[in-house]
């Protein structure tokens, strides 16, 4: 047979044609903007140089390891069977379009799991979704949106009177409506129902051009479990946009990428793994936790469940990691499986923890330490609150394999293994120093040698013997009033050096104090003067000078002249005068004179039994025509508690110490507050962390570092939550799982802005997406007008029980923050916390009894136990009158104290019926007091109306309840009349004459 040569031409040309289809279905290759994308049998990769960017292949296998893991590391888990396949939809200059499917098949399960999606990047950031809002404005997306049939047939079941007017309004309508529509790829072509996803807009790929228009596949997933193995697809019908019109072009012609109609390999790689039989990558060695709370988990990945949160510094046993790193934050590591408990694992993220098995490896080289007394304790962890490893015998040698300066950023602590091969952590006071303690600085007084060492103040006699320890007495005083407490402690106390004179050594001493029984820390600043050769008691002014010397110098002083007469001023009184020292005090005391400077009220006692008092607040400033000035301090109010004020004062010396004063004046024995060196000032404050624990009684108490969370970082863009229990989620959408709630004031550090989403990063590295309007910048020298600003927003807003408590604790939580910032601010923001528990009771109130005694108002009611009482003559939860009153006097005269008085005027005690003495003591003790203090104050002329209306109903007694009366009562009677009529004298308007007038008319009736 004869075979025409035209024919064969035609056969060859075929065979060539079919050859090329097949290797245009198998690989694809091309460089965009010098980014190189293969496309293959086995793996899709994105290339930049040499540095790669993306793998197919690596992103399934990490996928499978972050999300399947429980069933890698538990025999007793269910073989499970893993597809991920890819497939490139079209690529338009450098935005990527791709299509993922997975498969899982699990043992046990009722049915395979399936799910399809597209997702849209750009080719340098593969990891960071796209949306075609970023490219098509939002009037021709939601007209292309609006003019499909899918949508125009599940809007008409909304029965809407007219169409959505935005891409937000739209997906908001149809987020429960289900779409009606055949899968993309069916054979019987039966119909499914599908949703549209909140983020839809970034599961999209181009398909074609159509004259000046391009058609836009947008991807549906199921909505029900019958249409689980499909998907669906939109198709938009859009303006060209002038950005992609040349890339679109390019990319249908195949000069330059490709779109979904001529995908240039048909077939999806296929990338499989089963748990049966995969291998996680080998990891030994032996970690520490680096930061506080960290989480182990049940899988690589910020969505799995926590096993436990573990301390800083905590030992951990590696036994694998994940193949590929996960960035976190700033940080790129791998995650660790470690074994937290005998036969219990869990994951760890690298960038929380650091190797610390260099060192066991070479332990020739490590440094050697000795144990320096019995029963030192090895800890799990840096800190008091880890477990006891073991206990260590004096003189045992130990190998250092790390110090917590590489994890904690200070000396104190040491990992250290033993020779049986155990590990933990040691306090460095209990370990050898490398180097002995170094003499800083030395005073040499006639008697006394004062010497600087190494963290020390210590004292020594002519012989050398051991006066006087800085150490050993901020040791002693921590035992005596904090030590013996059944609740964990934790105490800062500094003390620097004032004057040196003779034997007499005055200190400044500040202590910062946090315990667990009390909500806020509690700050002290106190100067101390003690005899080093009896230093068990401080040294009082009265026992160095005379008492005339004394009163003379406090009535000279400008500040203390200054408070005395604007009290005789604003009450039209005379000074008395003063004979000695205690009618002075009792002056100041009976009439709570205070010392006011700035916004700040400081307290005038001269008391010699009150440790607080001005006669032992005191140190030697300088000297001056035979006379030495004395520095006395001022002992702040509690919202002061940082700030700081002296008098001073001139005093005649007494001749014995004439010439301990003249040695200290020039330095040549001892030192004045103006002579003593100030860099040597500087470097003489000592610094003491002590540490008490309930559940540890036989602890040596040790000067170890606070134990608290890793701190936010102020330096960084941070934003405060402005909402309750905001949802942190894993990605911008509301069906996006939520990973953490945040409650009102939480402060996370601001990633990035996208769409109306904040991704911030959490305290223990996480990384989430939270709604961006729940939050506000926050900047760290201007948080006290940021609290205020939300505790007010707050305070607006018609707040739920759960709502209310947030606040509170809110409020409770930053207080101690700005105590010292701003006292105005800080006033109003106690008086808030105090408004919330009014309105808290008033909520509690309207419930029926039942409910009151059931969770979360129960507990709420136990916690404010202290705060509020229950008045049974009005029927009301009451803040309690005493912390009303001392929050007053806290922040007087600060203007909104105007409120906080007027508020204890609601506690006006109507149980003492027609008892009068009762009747006006509670009258005296709120309308009167508020009077008293804000006589022109806000609430005066309602205080005056109400206190005239109680005084009538008082006076329509009838003449046998006052027969009634004892002598006593009738007493009681008239020295409260007298103080309720002094009151109404200094409010000065006429309305106030008339209740005057009204509490003659009483006196006139009982008598």
């Known amino acids: 047979m004869t075979l025409h040569l035209s024919h064969l031409k035609n056969h060859l040309l075929l065979l060539l044609s079919l050859l090329l289809i097949a290797s245009h279905s198998h690989a694809w290759e091309q460089t965009i903007h010098d980014t190189k994308i293969t496309w293959n049998q086995k793996d899709i990769t994105i290339h930049q140089g040499k540095k790669l960017l993306f793998s197919a292949h690596n992103f399934a296998q990490h996928y499978f390891e972050t999300h399947y893991s429980e069933h890698l590391i538990t025999t007793d888990q269910e073989s499970c069977e893993y597809e991920h396949q890819f497939q490139l939809l079209s690529i338009v200059g450098d935005l990527v379009s791709r299509q993922e499917t997975e498969y899982l098949g699990c043992e046990q399960a009722a049915h395979p799991s399936i799910n399809t999606t597209f997702t849209a990047f750009r080719l340098t950031q593969p990891d960071h979704p796209i949306s075609l809002t970023d490219y098509f404005p939002e009037p021709d997306l939601l007209s292309a949106l609006l003019a499909d049939p899918v949508i125009q047939t599940a809007l008409a079941k909304t029965e809407l009177p007219t169409p959505p007017g935005s891409l937000a309004e739209l997906a908001q309508t149809l987020n429960t409506v289900y779409l009606e529509t055949v899968p993309s790829e069916s054979d019987n072509q039966d119909t499914c129902f599908y949703q549209l996803t909140e983020n839809f807009l970034t599961q999209f790929a181009f398909h074609r051009l159509h004259k000046d228009q391009v058609a836009v596949r947008v991807a549906l997933p199921p909505a029900v479990g019958a249409c689980r193995a499909t998907y669906a697809q939109l198709e938009l019908l859009l303006p060209l946009p002038a950005s992609l019109k040349t890339a679109l072009i390019q990319a249908d012609s195949g000069k330059t990428g490709f779109l979904m109609q001529k995908v240039p390999v048909k077939s999806p790689i296929k990338i499989q793994f089963s748990t049966s039989n995969y291998k996680l990558q080998e990891a030994t060695g032996l970690r520490v936790t680096t930061v506080d709370q960290v989480r182990v988990r049940t899988a690589p990945h910020l969505e799995a469940t926590t096993l436990e949160r573990l301390a800083m510094g905590t030992l951990l046993k590696t036994l694998a990691r994940t193949r590929q790193p996960t960035k976190i934050a700033e940080t790129n590591d791998y995650w660790f499986l470690v074994e937290i408990q005998p036969n219990q694992k869990g994951w760890v993220f690298g960038g929380l923890t650091q190797l610390v098995g260099q060192n066991l490896h070479n332990l020739d080289a490590a440094p050697t330490h000795t144990i320096l007394k019995d029963n030192v304790h090895l800890r799990s962890a840096p800190h008091l609150q880890s477990e006891i490893l073991d206990k260590l015998r004096k003189n045992t040698q130990v190998k250092e ?14 990992l250290v293994r033993l020779e049986t091969g155990k590990v933990g952590w040691v306090y460095g006071k209990f370990i050898q120093s490398q180097q002995d303690p170094v ?21 020594f006699d002519l012989q050398q013997q051991p006066l006087f320890s800085a150490q050993t007495w901020a040791r002693q005083l921590f035992e005596e009033k904090v030590a013996l407490r059944q609740t964990a402690c934790e105490h800062t106390h500094l003390l620097t050096p004032l004057s040196f004179v003779g034997t007499l050594l005055s200190l400044k001493s500040q202590i910062h104090q946090h315990c667990q029984d009390q909500t806020a820390p509690v700050l002290t600043h106190q100067w101390i003067t003690l005899d080093l050769t009896k230093p068990q008691q401080p040294q009082q002014l009265t026992e160095l000078f005379a008492e005339k010397d004394l009163l003379q110098g406090l009535l000279a002083d400008p500040i203390l002249v200054r408070a005395l007469n604007t009290f005789a001023q ?19 005391l009976h009439n709570d004179i205070k010392v006011i400077i700035g916004e700040c009220a400081y307290a005038l006692s001269l008391d010699p039994k009150d440790p607080q008092s001005l006669l032992t607040q005191f140190a030697f400033h300088h000297l001056k025509n035979q006379q030495v000035a004395v520095r006395m301090n001022l002992i702040p109010a509690h919202w002061c508690q940082q700030s700081q004020a002296q008098l001073g004062i001139y005093l005649n010396y007494p001749a014995s110490l004439n010439t301990s004063f003249q040695q200290a004046a020039n330095g040549a024995a001892g030192f004045l507050m103006n002579s003593l060196n100030k860099s040597q000032g500087q470097k003489s404050t000592l610094r003491f962390h002590l540490t008490a624990q309930s559940d540890d009684s036989d602890e040596e108490i040790s000067t170890a570092l606070p134990i608290s969370p890793k701190p936010i970082d102020i330096t960084k863009k941070l934003r405060i939550v402005t909402a309750s229990q905001v949802n942190v989620r894993t990605g911008t959408n509301l069906q996006a799982t939520v990973i953490a709630k945040l409650a009102l004031g939480s402060l996370v550090e601001e990633v990035s802005l996208q769409e109306g989403w904040c991704q911030v990063a959490l305290e223990d590295g996480q990384l989430g997406w939270l709604i961006s309007g729940l939050t506000l910048p926050f900047e760290n020298d201007k948080k006290a007008d940021i609290y205020l600003k939300l505790t007010r927003q707050q305070l607006d807003k018609n707040l739920t029980f759960s709502q209310l408590t947030d606040v509170g604790e809110f409020l409770a939580r930053i207080r101690p923050q700005i105590l010292a910032d701003d006292p105005k601010i800080a006033a109003e923001l106690a008086f808030a916390y105090l408004k919330i528990l009014q309105r808290g009771a008033a909520m509690i109130e309207q419930l029926p009894q039942e409910k009151r005694l059931t969770a979360p108002y129960l507990s709420w009611l136990d916690q404010q136990k202290d705060n509020l009482y229950f008045d049974e003559t009005v029927g009301r939860l009451l803040v309690r009158y005493q912390l009303i009153w001392e929050l007053h006097d806290q922040y007087y ?38 009077l008293k203090f804000h006589p022109k104050g806000a609430y005066a002329d309602q205080a005056l109306a109400q206190l005239g209306q109680y005084i ?31 009151t109404l004298e200094k409010v000065g308007v006429p309305e106030a004459k008339l209740v005057f007038d009204q509490l003659d008319s009483l006196s006139s009736l009982l008598n």
């Open 570 to 588: 604003k009450n039209a009184v005379t000074l008395p005068k003063f004979n000695n020292l205690d009618s002075l005090h009792q002056f100041l």
């Open 401 to 414: 394999l790390t110090h917590s300066e590489q994890i904690l950023g200070e000396y104190d602590w040491y």
């Open 893 to 930: 005269p600060i203007p909104i104290t105007d409120q906080i008085a007027w508020l204890s005027t609601e506690t006006l005690n109507w149980a003492c019926q027609s008892h009068i003495p009762c009747y006006l003591a509670e009258l005296e003790a709120t309308l009167g007091k508020y």
């Open 952 to 982: 009538s109903e008082l006076m329509q007694v009838k003449t046998e309840v006052s027969a009634m009366l004892t002598s006593e009562e009738k007493q009681e009677i008239a020295r409260l009349v007298g103080v309720l009529k002094a």
């Open 439 to 459: 003499t800083k600085n030395r005073y040499q007084t006639q008697n006394v040698t004062l010497e600087w060492q190494d963290n020390d103040l210590v004292a």
